[in-house]
């Protein structure tokens, strides 16, 4: 399970730097997400891989006997989740307006604008 | 008391401004109150430190890291700060009615009180920390003070010079006062200074001592970086006569002097400041020759006379340490006089040119007066104190422990090019033929102040030397060169050889000013055919190469391709990822431990993997925008089934806005181009792989390294403190709340980000 989980992992990472250095300015969005993406499911994998026990307690508080899942790490996420959500759109559109002020969605383009 | 006194001082500088705004008439005088006080109060102290009583204070800086701030009153330190007092006074009432003509004057007073404070705090710091901060300070203030007319480029330029060479300086001493520190275990100075057999025993003494000197060397403008020197006269006539003769400069010297006793049994230290301070002292007065400008003329005699204060330090014995702290005294008092005079011949001819001027003393004789007495206390003409400094110098030439023939032979020589100095400025300047169509005036009794005070002191000390030998020399001495004792200073010492070299100085002084022509003519022309290194130009040039460097680093490191940037740190962040695996090995147990994939965590996985490589290989937006999606919903997928449900619900719910949002956005983006050629993407596809699969391992090995996990906590007390059984509810918005607050502000943000961006008009280019 756990080297399965690394290998998922890993290979969303791999995707997202594979983005990251595409010259077109969609790919690098699309690289953010894959980044955000790989990044939730490692912090949330640290919590451990408990089936069926979601961090709920009762009144009289928690039971050591019964285990619940590790709640620090979904707390993390769940924050993480919804920053991601902040900047995709945000970059969706800075993309958009990009392409309005520029005419170009290559990132190449933009160097050699700044050059001259 | 010290610490009022130089907190008094501190506050001054920023009332300085104030009062210089209230009363610009008066402010010179206003402002010197206070200096006065504390020479004063400094002054009544004579008679407690020459009987062996030290007032000392310390006060906690940093506890935590053995930091003190603290002051001592020594005699050592009572002759400076007596001088930094005295003198900053007198300066002040003359820069109040000199700086009448210029703007901006609240400032330059400000500056110049804060400089007046920096160093009485840098003599009286009793630890190197302190020490350091002050001698900061004071780089600081003159670097403002020497750009004062920043209008004029030269001005700023020398500031600049003079900054960076004795902030230079100012590092270098850091380290050495650091390896210091290593040594002893201790900033304070009386310590390190009572055992200097520890560090005569460690390897760091020639480090140190190296790295002090740079730090000594450049602050008082010793060869080879005597050059700032006379760069620092673009700033005004005060600041010369008082941060560039009389007491910055100096300030070297202090340090120099404050270290002796720790350094002086090591041959290094000896010959360094003997070597140095000769040729500095010879380099000087021979540049003095051919300058025109009077202000020139006394900044290339005062690197001169540092060169003499260094070489008599070096020399350590009872005549030259002796003969040091008069001359110490001497100078000071003739050098800020000359440069204030220089101010005032400014002021009122228009020029300070040496061939412009002549015969001031048909119109201005009290100026002129007290100007050639200085002049005889320069040239060490009887019966100025002057006289009995380079007695004593010679004294301790004829005395010095090594090379005396050396020493004795370019002192003699730059005494004689000094008393040529001399003469011109005395002969051509205020004697001579008058040149002047409209005739200057006297200069104000403000103006006049200062310079009378201290020529007359130079004259009483000249008559009457014996005073100064109990009450301020001796308690110096002992500090400089322990056990040493001051001698009975006389005017006269009778017929000896010492007076025949006196005698021989005057005579061959006077015999270049009677060929002066002919001896000018004939150092242009060495200068120009032997001695062509402009020091300045060169350092200058230096800073121009490191500035092509760095924009030449700049251009190849800041390329401006977005991707290269990123490549970059995928690189280095592969190989310290890579770096973090060295010697890790995994334990033996932990194949047993390792769980099997459950079928439906292959499957979601699975998902993930299919639907991030449609992403990749996408040949159109929408279905990268959807693959992308679906991979969002195995993540969240992963989420339910192990135990994050709230987690798969924002999950599911965020992917979906994405996939509409991006659905919007492409909408108006041009199609799926494809850039890159396949090399490029070979190359990418191994950088991707290589971050990838390192990722992989350091999540493996986050997985397999349970650590004590701090969430027991949040589990026990959910109910009980924050009644709430959701663990990962109560988290966000009861024990975190703070931190759900800030990611609301950032939701916040880019939601007006987003609409500012949408609704922004641009002028059309």
């Not at chain 2, 700086?99 to 920096?118: C, E, I, N, P, Q």
């Not at chain 2, 060479?165 to 200074?193: M, P, R, S």
């Not at chain 2, 350590?316 to 008069?326: E, G, H, K, Q, R």
């Not at chain 2, 460097?549 to 290269?564: E, N, W």
């Amino acid at each position: 399970m756990e080297v399965f989980i690394a290998l998922i992992i890993g290979f969303l990472y791999g995707a997202s730097v594979y983005m990251f250095l595409r010259r077109s300015i969609v790919k690098l969005v699309l690289g953010i997400i894959f980044l955000s993406h790989a990044t939730n499911l490692l912090l949330f994998s640290t919590g451990g891989f408990l089936r069926g026990s979601p961090p709920f307690v009762d009144e009289v508080g928690s039971d050591a006997s019964l285990p619940v899942a590790d709640p620090l790490p979904q707390a993390l996420v769940l924050t993480a989740l919804v920053i991601s959500l902040g900047v995709t759109a945000f970059s969706l559109v800075l993309i958009y307006r990009f392409y309005k002020e520029t005419g170009s969605v290559d990132l190449d383009e933009l160097a050699q604008m700044e050059k001259k | 008391m010290l610490l009022t006194l130089l907190l008094g001082l501190f506050v001054l500088s920023l009332l300085a401004p104030l009062i210089n705004t209230f009363s610009r008439r008066f402010s010179g005088w206003l402002l010197s109150v206070v200096p006065f006080i504390v020479f004063i109060l400094l002054a009544v102290k004579i008679p407690q430190v020459s009987g062996g009583y030290y007032s000392t204070e310390e006060y906690s800086w940093i506890p935590e890291l053995g930091l003190i701030f603290s002051l001592r009153l020594d005699g050592l330190s009572q002759i400076f700060a007596l001088l930094v007092t005295g003198i900053g006074s007198l300066i002040l009432i003359y820069a109040g009615y000199y700086m009448r003509s210029y703007d901006k004057t609240s400032r330059f007073f400000g500056y110049l009180v804060f400089f007046m404070a920096s160093m009485l705090g840098l003599v009286l710091a009793a630890d190197l920390l302190t020490l350091f901060v002050f001698w900061e300070f004071t780089s600081l203030s003159s670097f403002l003070l020497i750009g004062f007319k920043h209008e004029r480029p030269e001005a700023r330029q020398a500031a600049l010079q003079a900054l960076l060479i004795t902030g230079l300086g100012g590092l270098a001493l850091l380290a050495g006062f650091i390896l210091l520190y290593k040594v002893y275990g201790t900033f304070e100075l009386a310590t390190i200074i009572g055992n200097p057999e520890l560090l005569a025993s460690s390897p760091l003494l020639l480090p140190v001592m190296i790295l002090v000197l740079i730090g000594a060397f450049t602050k008082s403008a010793i060869f080879p970086f005597h050059f700032w020197l006379p760069g620092a006269m673009q700033a005004p006539s005060p600041v010369s006569a008082y941060l560039h003769s009389a007491t910055m400069v100096k300030a070297g010297i202090y340090l120099l002097a404050r270290l002796n006793p720790l350094m002086m049994s090591s041959e290094w230290w000896v010959y360094s400041l003997s070597l140095f301070g000769v040729f500095t002292m010879f380099v000087g007065a021979w540049m003095s020759i051919t300058q025109n400008d009077l202000k020139k003329v006394l900044a290339y005699t005062t690197v001169s006379a540092l060169g003499t204060l260094v070489m008599l330090i070096g020399s350590s014995t009872d005549f030259a340490v002796n003969a040091m702290l008069v001359f110490l005294l001497v100078h000071a008092f003739y050098k800020a006089t000359l440069f204030m005079m220089a101010g005032n011949i400014e002021k009122k001819t228009g020029t300070r040119m040496i061939d412009e001027v002549g015969g001031l003393y048909r119109y201005m004789p009290v100026a002129s007066a007290i100007s050639l007495l200085a002049l005889l206390s320069m040239s060490g003409i009887p019966p100025m104190l002057g006289f009995i400094s380079k007695e004593l110098i010679y004294e301790a030439g004829i005395n010095a422990p090594s090379a005396a023939g050396i020493i004795l032979l370019l002192g003699f020589l730059s005494n004689a090019f000094i008393l040529f100095a001399s003469a011109r400025i005395a002969l051509d300047v205020f004697l001579g033929k008058p040149m002047f169509e409209k005739q200057p005036k006297e200069p104000d009794i403000s103006l006049l102040t200062g310079p009378a005070i201290l020529v007359i002191i130079s004259l009483l000390l000249g008559l009457l030397p014996g005073r100064l030998t109990d009450s301020l020399l001796n308690p110096a001495m002992i500090h400089i060169l322990p056990g040493s004792e001051a001698m009975k200073l006389k005017l006269w010492h009778g017929f000896n050889d010492i007076l025949l070299l006196s005698f021989l100085t005057i005579v061959a002084g006077v015999l270049m000013y009677i060929f002066k022509a002919r001896v000018t003519a004939l150092v242009s022309y060495a200068n120009l055919k032997y001695f062509k290194a402009r020091f300045s130009d060169g350092f200058f040039g230096l800073i121009d190469g490191f500035m092509y460097l760095t924009s030449r680093k700049t251009a190849i490191v800041q390329h401006g391709y977005h991707r290269f940037y990123l490549m970059t740190i995928f690189v280095v962040a592969s190989v310290l990822i890579a770096l973090t695996f060295y010697g890790w090995k995994p334990k033996a147990e932990l194949a047993q431990n390792l769980q099997a994939p459950t079928f439906t965590v292959l499957v979601f996985g699975t998902l993930i993997v299919v639907s991030t490589i449609t992403t990749l290989l996408a040949k159109s937006r929408l279905v990268a925008l959807i693959s992308i999606g679906l991979t969002g919903l195995g993540i969240g997928l992963i989420f339910i089934e192990y135990s994050g449900i709230d987690l798969a619900i924002t999950m599911i719910m965020v992917e979906t806005m994405m996939v509409v949002l991006g659905t919007i956005v492409v909408f108006h983006l041009p199609r799926y181009l494809d850039f890159s050629d396949l090399r490029s993407r070979q190359r990418d596809v191994v950088i991707a792989s290589v971050f990838g699969l390192l990722m992989a391992f350091l999540a493996f090995r986050s997985f397999t390294n349970p650590e004590t996990k701090i969430s027991e906590y949040f589990v026990e007390n959910s109910y009980l403190l924050a009644y709430g059984k959701n663990v990962v509810n109560v988290i966000l918005v009861d024990f975190r709340a703070l931190d759900t607050l800030g990611e609301i502000t950032v939701l916040l943000l880019a939601a007006f980000g987003i609409y500012a961006l949408l609704k922004l008009k641009t002028e059309p280019k």
